[in-house]
C-alpha cells in the first residue's frame, strides 16, 4: 500500500503506540486523524503532525460512527482505519479472579471496538473495491500473557476477527494486518521515557514499532510481527501443545519466585 495522501484514522493514538503510529504514517505521507477519548492529548498530537484531532470512545459504537462521519466530511472516504486503543489490569488470585468490569473492558476494547469500526467502514471499502484495517492485538493473542487472562482472551479474539475478515473480504479487494508484538515500553508497561527502556531485550520503543508496521502495510502483510522471535514460539507452540503449556507454567513459576507476583510492568523486564 502507498500511504501518500491516504485518510488514515488511528484510535487511542494521543500516546504510546498509537501516538507513534500517527508520527510515521503521517510521515509517510497519510492524512491522519488522531481519535482518543483523551481529546487534549489528540489535539497535541495531531497540532504536531497537521492532522484532524477527534475525541473518540471506542467502546461507544455511536463515537464510531461520529469518528468515521466527521473523517469523511474532512478528508473524504477512509482508506485505512487502525483499530489501535488496549488497556491490561492484570488479575489476583487466579485466572478468573479479575472482576466483571475488567473483563467487560477488555472484551469491548480489545474486541468490539474492532468490530464497531468494521461495521462502519465496511461497507463502503466494499462499495469501491478498496480499504485497509489494520488492528492492534498482541503476542498474547497468539501465545498468552502471564498474569493477564482477560488481556490474553481479548487478544485471541482480535486475532481470530482479523483474520475472519480477511477470510470474507479479502477478495473484494479489502486489505487486513494484525500487529502482535510483544512488550512496548509504553506507560501500560510503567514507561513515561521510552528511551529508559532501551538496553532491555525485547522491549521496543513505540518508534522501532511503528516503523516494523508502516513497512508492513506497505507489504500489506497480514500477521505483523514486530518482534519476529514470536513466530519461532508460535511454532514451538503449535508443534507440541503439551510441552509449550509445561514451558509456560515453569516460567510463570520462575516469575513469581524472582518477583513475587505477576506484575506485569516488573517481571516483563525479567522475560
Keep these: 500500500m502507498d ?10 493514538a494521543a500516546s504510546g503506540i498509537g501516538a507513534a503510529l500517527a508520527r510515521h504514517f503521517a510521515a509517510a505521507g497519510a492524512r491522519v486523524v488522531v481519535a482518543d477519548i483523551d481529546g487534549d492529548g489528540a489535539i497535541s498530537i495531531a497540532d504536531e503532525i497537521g ?58 476494547v480489545h474486541v468490539m471496538a474492532h468490530v464497531y469500526a468494521a461495521r462502519a467502514v465496511l461497507p463502503g471499502m466494499i462499495d469501491r473495491g478498496q480499504g485497509y484495517l489494520l488492528q492492534m492485538a498482541s503476542a498474547a493473542g497468539l501465545l ?14 482480535a486475532v481470530s476477527f482479523a483474520e475472519s475478515l480477511a477470510i470474507s473480504h479479502g477478495d473484494q479487494g479489502i486489505r487486513i494486518s494484525v500487529i502482535c508484538p510483544k512488550y512496548v515500553a509504553t506507560p501500560l508497561l510503567g514507561y513515561d521515557d521510552p528511551e529508559t527502556a532501551a538496553d532491555l531485550p525485547g522491549v521496543l520503543t513505540p518508534d522501532a514499532l511503528a516503523q516494523t508496521v508502516v513497512e508492513g502495510v506497505r507489504r500489506e502483510s497480514f500477521l505483523i510481527l514486530p518482534h519476529p522471535q514470536v513466530a519461532a514460539y508460535i511454532r514451538f507452540k503449535s508443534a507440541d501443545y503439551d510441552k509449550w503449556l509445561a514451558s509456560m507454567q515453569q516460567l510463570r513459576a520462575r516469575l513469581i519466585d524472582q518477583t513475587g507476583g505477576t506484575d506485569l510492568r516488573v517481571m516483563h523486564k525479567l522475560v
Design 51 to 108: 492532522g484532524l484531532a477527534v475525541r473518540c470512545n471506542v467502546t461507544l459504537e455511536s463515537d464510531i460512527q461520529a469518528l468515521v462521519r466527521t473523517t469523511e466530511a474532512h478528508f473524504g472516504p477512509i482508506d485505512l482505519f487502525c483499530s489501535n486503543a488496549g488497556l491490561a489490569r492484570g488479575e489476583g488470585a487466579h485466572a478468573a479472579s479479575a472482576p466483571d468490569d475488567v473483563w467487560q473492558a477488555c472484551w469491548q
Design 144 to 157: 498468552n500473557q502471564i498474569g493477564d487472562a482477560a488481556y490474553s482472551a481479548t487478544k485471541h479474539a
Design 3 to 12: 500511504l501518500r495522501r491516504k485518510t488514515t484514522v488511528i484510535t487511542g
